[in-house]
């Protein structure tokens, strides 16, 4: 419903920037009026016009049009400040700029359909690119796998490592169709965000549980103790994004070196960080990470490069903010701000819930 608002908005704003435009080219007419002749006012008003056509599309430069009808016999046309027309020539120049408006928009519109049809080319051709590349290295190892189970005889040892590694590259696949399934959700509009007042500490924990074996190989710090008591979120999606930015750090940052995550906030809101000790940033990628199909300059080629895509998308429908910096000392950051998500249930004791999985899983909290 937010964006059906949003697109009204926005539709309301083109008409009302075509009507200014009509009324800035009537004060610009109104101030040269003793050197333009009234036919020079008239190519003002058709300057508005393919304006309002090429920029704000067919609605609003018709809407101009007869606006600039309107203003243009009122205060230039003689007999003027009456929308007489003695002049039959002027008839004629009206249906002009209804016709340059119409026509232009047209073209317009058919320039932008081209233009979105080749990005989306592009972008097909870039998805299949991707998927291909990014199923063929699971596929080669459950396949190899799967062969020497059924064609060699091998020892318990083996053949648990074996399962172990179909086990994980089947994880691996799920996990690319998962996102490939929410970036189509999020990016079609279809999302509905579904607050629930949930506790801080039982987000992370649920992220840091779906993320067990990722993160195997790292230490992770959480620092909850500014955090809000309770948070009102879909607690799906947000921890949808937790999880997205837990494995990205884990994909990014070498074996041994410590994750943070680190809640902070109030009535003001929620603020959400996971920091890394992996290579970082390079200056200039901070927004070209959430990029779909981008993977950085950094990066260890693992992926399909849409889960930091899928992250902001999430933050977005909730009205917050995701962004990445370089940490201090080395590493990345990324900061989730959710404006307003703070708070104290009604309905809810505002105490936060423990973890009860957080030991056995050696996170640390402070």
Do not use: K
Request: charged share 20%; net charge negative; with cysteine.
């Amino acid at each position: 419903m937010a964006r059906g608002g949003d697109r009204r908005g926005l539709a309301w704003a083109r008409y009302g920037g075509a009507v200014a435009l009509v009324v800035g080219t009537t004060a610009i007419g109104a101030a040269t009026r003793a050197v333009l002749a009234v036919p020079d006012v008239e190519m003002l008003y058709v300057l508005a016009v393919l304006v309002s056509a090429v920029y704000l599309g067919r609605g609003p430069a018709i809407a101009s049009a007869a606006v600039g009808v309107l203003a243009y016999d009122y205060f230039f046309v003689p007999p003027t400040f009456t929308l007489d027309v003695t002049d039959g020539r002027y008839l004629f120049t009206f249906a002009m700029m209804f016709g340059i408006g119409l026509l232009v928009s047209s073209l317009a519109d058919r320039a932008r359909g081209a233009a979105v049809r080749a990005e989306s080319e592009a972008l097909r051709g870039t998805l299949l690119s991707s998927v291909s590349h990014d199923l063929r290295t699971p596929l080669a190892a459950i396949t190899g796998a799967a062969t020497t189970l059924r064609d060699q005889a091998v020892d318990e040892a083996t053949r648990r490592e074996l399962v172990e590694t179909i086990c994980d590259e089947s994880d691996r696949m799920e996990r690319l169709v998962g996102n490939l399934l929410d970036m189509t959700r999020l990016t079609s509009g279809t999302v509905q965000v579904r607050r629930e007042w949930i506790p801080v500490e039982e987000l992370v924990g649920s992220a840091l549980s779906r993320t067990d074996a990722l993160l195997s190989r790292h230490p992770v710090r959480t620092e909850l103790s500014g955090a809000p008591a309770l948070v009102s979120v879909d607690p799906l999606l947000l921890e949808q994004l937790l999880v997205n930015l837990l494995e990205n750090a884990s994909r990014h940052t070498p074996p041994g070196t410590e994750i943070l995550v680190r809640a902070s906030g109030g009535e003001r809101g929620l603020e959400l960080e996971v920091a890394d000790r992996g290579p970082g940033i390079l200056p200039g990628e901070e927004e070209r990470v959430f990029e779909r199909f981008h993977r950085g300059g950094r990066s260890t080629g693992q992926g399909a490069g849409l889960g930091l895509a899928i992250a902001r998308a999430i933050a977005e429908v909730h009205g917050g903010t995701l962004r990445a910096a370089a940490r201090e000392g080395g590493g990345a950051s990324f900061r989730l701000l959710l404006p307003g998500a703070g708070g104290t249930s009604p309905t809810v004791p505002a105490e936060p819930a423990g973890d009860p999985d957080g030991a056995a899983r050696g996170v640390h909290h402070e």
